[in-house]
């Protein structure tokens, strides 16, 4: 069995996803072992090596995390794929704040949650929506738009919050909706979407 170990800790985001990326497109491993010392760090690389076909088990060893993904055959490893199911037209929503225009923070934040309340008009076309910066403070406990992004994600438009922005903020355990991702994964939905809509 081919098997990778991986050094991460100390890295800032995406350079741990990045890492295990390069080792998986050199020598596509059937078992990689990837430690890193953030919980950002540990949910993305999680969550990559899941995408990549890989079974993965998280053991804490003191302040570190131990990542293994395990698989049995050996399959491309693909980003961020999106469903065969997408719509040819694929709108993403870069959301960088927790409010909308300036001059009233009142107002801003009333107007982001009209916004977002009114997404679901786009219909299928709406695809995915990112949020980072001040704009992860929406996707926690008791935001007043948590119920709007919970109903969406539920509707099959994929949220992504990035990880360290929530670490930034201390809001990584009160994260409430959507998949903590990495800078990796923002370029690369920026990609694969047709049109981007920015709010920054």
């Given at each position: 069995m081919k098997e990778e170990q991986l050094d991460c800790r100390g890295l800032a985001c995406?350079?741990?996803?990045?890492?295990?990326?390069?080792?998986l497109d050199r020598s596509s491993p059937q078992r990689v072992t990837v430690v890193v010392d953030n919980a950002a760090a540990k949910e993305n690389v999680s969550r990559f090596l899941s995408r990549a076909g890989y079974q993965v088990q998280v053991q804490e060893d003191g302040s570190d995390y131990v990542v293994v993904g395990a698989r049995e055959a050996q399959e491309f490893c693909e980003v961020l794929v999106p469903s065969k199911e997408a719509e040819a037209s694929r709108i993403l929503v870069l959301v960088g704040t927790a409010r909308l225009g300036s001059g009233d923070d009142g107002l801003g934040a009333k107007l982001?949650?009209?916004f977002l309340s009114t997404l679901k008009e786009m219909g299928p076309a709406l695809w995915r929506l990112v949020f980072l910066n001040g704009g992860v403070h929406l996707t926690v406990q008791d935001s007043p738009v948590l119920p709007t992004l919970q109903a969406l994600e539920k509707d099959k438009v994929s949220i992504l919050v990035c990880g360290t922005c929530l670490n930034h903020f201390g809001l990584m355990e009160k994260k409430a909706v959507g998949e903590t991702t990495n800078m990796l994964d923002i370029v690369t939905s920026m990609q694969l979407a047709d049109r981007v809509i920015s709010l920054t």
């Open positions: 995406p350079a741990p996803v990045l890492k295990v990326k390069d080792i982001m949650e009209n």
